[in-house]
């Protein structure tokens, strides 16, 4: 028997995730670095008695509250999601995602949603000290809200601390440790929130240009950048430190994501990075064809940067598919028949069970272990499948790292003329930060596609495609929802702009026009 | 003795909740609530965000997982039992793609 699988139903469902989460990322960075920003402004206030300082804290608070209240909840569709679209994934590996999403609604969410409401109502009603530590333990939620979905997200791309077990189906959790301190969850959380703090710096850093340009609020704009281009200086330096980190255990753990980073068809010992370069279109894996109409490469640095080795030798994608026997690779095809070998033997040990000949389901049982790793092969048809789209990954990751090295360096530029109070005749620089902000978030965007995309074709790397972690339902009941979820985001995310940007045009002082000019 | 021991431990409750000022802190929590009625009443913006709020959750809440999806859209399985054997038959069974061209 054969099942069919619709390969309209894998798109859709692919499709409509990506959109939720793209839309649900909109708000998530804003809600991430504007409680720390917040947080330290009113430190200021608190040390320095400066009313000013407060009246900052409270403005940039009121467009923190105006995110977090269009945002809230809009994750809740990607939940839905896992139960709808994604049935099998979430049988498979509910016993391992289900733990950080239930910890994040529990613990996470809650300490944001309770100490929010004295961070907003609270000005005056407490102490000053109380309510500064509201502020930082909101900031301190939504981090770790944060963390809680970004463990879930990374043991989708490297599995641990857990054991498959035949008889459910299901993968179940054996070390809860392993999961969340797995070296990938960890890089993985620092890089995403740090861009959210960049994100957040931007927005800050852009409004107080506005003004600038403006001439309003001049103490608001002046004080809020050097806050702000301070926290985005340290963050974005930080951000590329940890890209670093997700660099070398994307090479230890995907390389076929790494060679489609960076376009490597051949590998090679003291691998190059390539910094800028154009890709050769309807390269095929194994023509012969150069990958490349042209590139500037860095030598040797992308070994160092993947195996901390500058002549470490970096798998290309023919290498992964064709296999290399001299570097220890094993081809896509012999991984598809070790792949094919586990679910046999798991199609047997379930025949078995249901025999009662528990000799038979021991031996097969002790053959799908033997061979479980390569479990998610034997549902792949064409070796060449393991390689996520090239050129897609390619672009998207240049995006994201060279947009992040300007950002630290706009961010140094920005503070160095704020301190030395000449922002304001640099006009030029200011309308650079403005149009920086919605670059940061197509970086960071750049940034999820070179992730999500690149663990293709796996929901869970090398133990489940994409395409058998579906539901069994008509696909167009996800083409439904995805148009519907698409019209009802686009309405949250039109509101928050409209409401936003009236707000920030009214100014701290609500002030319908023009606003004071000190 | 029971009673008495009843009796001890509501003085001692009694006793640790004076110490931490409970009234104050009642009257903080209290003072928290209504400064964000007060805010939501005088404010316009209060206003719309709650309203945005409420008719948001409604269609996630309400319409979305109370209604839409599990009548219509999540898949039915009878028990778990059932949900293991569709799923383990959807690992072991080989497959074909199939689009619609």
Known sequence: MIENIDLALVNWSRGQFALVALYHWLFIPLTLGMTYIIAFTQTIYVRTGDKEWERIAKFWAKLFGINFAIGVGTGIILGLEFGTNWANYSWISGDIFGAPLAAEGIMAFFLESTFIAVMFFGWGKVSKKFHLVSIYLVAFGASLSALWILVANAWMNYPVGMVFNPDTARHEMVDFWAVLFSPYAINKFLHTITSGFVISSFFIVAVSGWYLLKGRNILLAKRSIVIAASFGLLSSVFLATTGDGSAYWVAQKQPAKLAAMEGLYEGQEGAGLVAIGMLRPGKQIGDGEKAFVFKIEIPKLLSVLGYRNANAFVPGAEDLVLGNAGQDIMSADEKISRGKVALNALAEYKEAVALDDMQSASAAQARFEENYYYMGYGHLFDPNGIIPNVPFIFYSFRIMVMLGFAFIALFLLILYLAVTDKLQENRWLLRTSILAFPLAFLASMAGWIVAEVGRQPWTIQGLLPTMVSTSNINANAVILTFWMFAALLTVLVLAEFKIMTTTIKRGPDNAKKGGENV | ?101
């Open chain 2, 1 to 101: 003795m029971s009673a008495r021991v009843t009796f001890a431990f509501i003085a001692y409750l009694w006793s640790f909740f004076k110490h931490l000022k409970v009234r104050q802190f009642l009257k903080t929590i209290a003072g928290i609530f209504s400064s964000g009625f007060e805010l939501i009443r005088s404010s316009r913006l209060a206003k719309i965000l709650l309203l945005i709020v409420f008719i948001k959750f409604m269609i996630f809440y309400g319409f979305l997982k109370g209604f839409l999806y599990p009548k219509y859209l999540k898949p039915h399985y009878e028990n778990d039992a059932h949900r293991t054997e569709q799923v383990l038959h959807d690992l072991t069974t080989p497959h074909k793609i199939v689009t619609d061209d």
